[in-house]
């Protein structure tokens, strides 16, 4: 058994001897008795044992700030832990790893009984409780409320794109980085467009070179490698610009992976990589192209050889993904590269594409085709025909959505949509994608399907209704009045998108996403993602193996790691809004920043000096003697919206934020925002503020407002009459005058 085991509470040696020789888990104790921690240091530093097998903290196990879901057991002795059970069951569940993490809370009698009964109370999700040799067992069975998996090349059977994790979102913080799922030998060049990972039950899998791989999303820890023979399945799209295809088709399901070499298809275990089955077709010149799993089934494309000995994908079949006996199979008039699975039925384009996978030789553009193409809908239970309907377009991608049952077929020229039931065209779009910057043959042709929406990732970024295909609008954040939904990315990219319920995930310079509820785009610095998307959300987590191995940019970290929803973190954002023409009704202007950020009311805060990409350039003023700009961290900041006291401008006379027209009647309310970085006593830094020339805060001393040092002071000014900007000035009385933000709000407008 290996992973890892936290023991809580001082326990005899034995108990931890037992452990370390019965198991291959790194053991984490933790205990508040210093003493006592210490000497557990000392004794299994002497044998060798300390840093690689176990560890030691002297701290409580509610300030120990332990990461969650990456302990496969703890061991907890209650005996000096009862008067805080409740705290300490729910820290306990916190860190133990779906799929069978289990806690042993040693103890006496009355006391784990109490101990049942709180767990009982708590309503701890997927937690599981029972008596075992005397010992009360809390198990975290199953996987996270909210979680999903990432079974297939592009989501899911359906070519969606799109996650349905409801727990990855920002802000997110480091779950775990480096380590043996990191080391190179495990990974292809980034530039030979290696198959995708996929995610199931707290697995992800990928390939590297003759080597496929099961790695613990919430740990990093290897679980499994099996070695393959150097070759690719047909239909495998490598790079384009090395003209290499590396890799074999592979998926996911909660009982077994599939993978095929081509020849044949193997059926793995998850949990070992131990082979179950192997599966082959009947004819022997036959080979395994692209796969989907439906229910029961494994529905694959097919190549077979033609008159110059050239494969090409000639069939659909649907296998039983147990036995691996044929049940249907269907023969297409052309070929049957292009598929996607949704509504009970098997979508293909039926046509010819030639040269397809050169893509960077055409620069995105579809590739030649013959005067005739088909879509075509087949009975995913019976193969037999529901319809087929002609088509100019060369289809170089098939989505389907799963609310509606919308077949979206597109290329880099544009899309047009289907109804999936009766084969009857819904609507077309002769708009070709612009790209953003960077190899824009990734993902000229791959749009989204988000719930009802479509994503066009073709750029510039722009959602339709799928079944109308009606542009999707949104409200300006600074206006209130309708624009475009759109999103943005800016830097050098080489992977398409992928979307989950609040999220879309990208390349955008280092590894980026856009967060969908504010429609701002933010960057996950410091490491690189790969030339395929590589960040994947998935189990709880966003998964980001280094699929960059082989880049030689200067880029701070090339590793493996995963990351979760962590609050108290910092995220800075830009975004495509545009400067608006009209009064702006609402803004923050934050200085100092390094980026913008939406607080939970819908304020946008823009940073001011600009430097975290585009936004919207609304006129600020500023002037003083000699003005510092400082930045700091919010942990730091005790107060109502840190991250925006944690920077600010020193030296301060005047602010002035121009929102429009002026008009008499036009009322707002100023919010201004205070915060002192130094460690400064009171009085030694006092000033006055005026508000549109009155006097509003007479000798105001942050910290002596503040009353404590790190904590921001917020004053708000209401009915302040606008006339087409606000000003703001501050005069020192001693020390330099101070400010980090400043928010105005418009309530009244005539």
């Known amino acids: 058994l290996g992973g890892y085991c936290l023991v809580v509470g001082k326990c005899d040696n034995g108990c931890l001897d037992e452990l370390l020789r019965e198991s291959a888990m790194h053991l984490l104790v933790v205990a508040p008795d210093s003493a006592w921690i210490d000497a557990t240091r000392q004794r299994y530093d002497a044998m060798g044992l300390y840093g690689s097998r176990i560890s030691a903290i002297a701290t409580d196990l509610a300030t120990a700030n332990l990461p969650p879901y990456v302990m496969s057991l703890a061991v907890c002795n209650l005996t000096e832990q009862s008067s805080k059970q409740h705290a300490l069951i729910e820290h306990v569940h916190r860190c133990l790893r779906p799929y069978g993490g289990r806690a042993i809370f040693v103890g006496a009698e009355e006391v784990t009984q109490q101990l049942r009964t709180r767990v009982a109370d708590a309503g701890l999700p997927q937690a599981e409780m029972h008596v075992e040799d005397s010992v009360t067992v809390l198990t975290r069975a199953g996987e996270l409320p909210g979680a999903a998996d990432w079974t297939h090349e592009y989501g899911d059977p359906s070519n969606s794109l799109m996650s349905q994790d409801r727990l990855v979102k920002a802000p997110l913080g480091v779950l775990w980085f480096g380590g043996p799922a990191a080391a190179s030998e495990l990974f292809f060049n980034r530039h030979y467009w290696a198959p995708s990972l996929t995610v199931n039950q707290g697995r992800m899998f990928f390939q590297g070179p003759e080597i496929f791989v099961a790695v613990d999303i919430y740990t990093g820890r ?25 890799g074999y088709h592979f998926l996911t399901a909660d009982d077994a992976v599939y993978l095929s070499d081509g020849n044949q298809c193997e ?45 090409q994908p000639e069939e659909i079949v649907s296998l039983d993904r147990n036995t691996g006996e044929q049940v249907w199979r269907h023969e297409a008039e052309f070929t049957a590269l292009i ?58 991608w098939l989505g389907v959505s799963s609310q509606d049952g919308v077949l979206v077929a597109s290329n880099k020229k544009g899309m047009e949509a289907w109804d999936g039931k009766s084969g009857q065209p819904l609507w077309e779009k002769e708009q070709e994608g612009k790209g953003f910057v960077g190899h824009p043959e990734s993902v000229w042709d791959k749009v989204i399907l988000w719930n009802d929406r479509i994503i066009d990732q073709r750029g510039p970024g722009l959602a339709y209704d799928v079944k109308t295909g009606q ?14 939904w759109e999103f943005t990315k800016t830097g050098h990219h080489c992977n398409y998108a992928i979307a989950s319920p609040h999220m879309l995930t990208f390349r955008a310079d280092t590894a980026g996403f856009l967060d969908l509820e504010s429609g701002t785009t933010g960057r996950l610095d410091g490491f690189r993602s790969g030339c395929r998307n590589s960040l994947i959300p998935a189990g709880g987590v966003l998964n980001a193996p280094n699929f960059a191995h082989g880049c030689v940019c200067s880029y701070s970290l090339f590793t493996s790691l995963a990351l979760v929803h962590t609050p108290d973190a910092d995220v800075w954002t830009y975004n495509a809004y545009k400067t608006p023409e009209g009064p702006i009704e609402r803004v923050g202007v934050n200085l100092g920043a390094p980026g913008d950020r939406q607080d939970e009311n819908g304020t946008l805060w823009l940073d001011y000096p600009s430097v975290g990409g585009p936004s919207p350039q609304i006129k600020v003023s500023v002037s003083g003697d000699a003005v510092q700009y400082f930045r700091g961290h919010s942990l730091s900041v005790d107060g109502e919206l840190p991250w925006v006291a944690a920077s600010g401008c020193e030296g301060l006379a005047s602010i002035k934020v121009h929102v429009g027209q002026a008009n008499a009647n036009r009322k707002c309310r100023v919010r201004l925002h205070f915060y002192e970085p130094g460690d400064y006593s009171v009085g030694d830094r006092v000033f006055d503020v005026a508000l549109q020339g009155k006097p509003v805060l007479d000798a105001f001393d942050i910290r002596k407002v503040a009353g404590a040092s790190h904590t921001e002071v917020v004053r708000s000014f209401e009915s302040v009459t606008l006339n087409g900007m606000i000003d703001v000035r501050l005069t020192a009385r001693t020390g330099r005058p101070l400010l980090s933000g400043v928010e105005i709000v418009a309530v009244e407008s005539e």
């Open 339 to 396: 598929a996607a699975l949704g509504d009970d039925k098997v979508f293909f384009y039926d046509g010819i594409l030639d040269g397809l996978h050169d893509a960077w030789k055409r620069k995105g553009l579809p590739p030649k085709t013959g005067d005739t193409g088909y879509l075509k809908a087949l009975d995913i239970r019976t193969g037999r025909p529901v319809w087929q309907s002609g088509t100019s377009r060369a289809v170089t």
């Open 267 to 311: 059926k793995l275990d998850p949990a070992t990589g131990q082979t179950q089955a192997t599966f082959r077709l009947k004819r022997s010149d036959a080979r395994w192209g692209t796969m989907r799993i439906w229910e029961d089934r494994l529905i694959c494309t097919i190549f077979l050889p033609d008159a110059k000995g050239e494969y």
């Open 222 to 246: 290897l679980l499994w490698k099996k070695t393959l023979p150097k070759g690719v399945s047909p239909g495998r799209q490598g790079t384009y610009f090395e003209k290499v295809r590396v």
């Open 471 to 484: 542009q999707l609008m949104t409200d300006h954040p600074l206006t209130g009045k309708a624009a475009p």
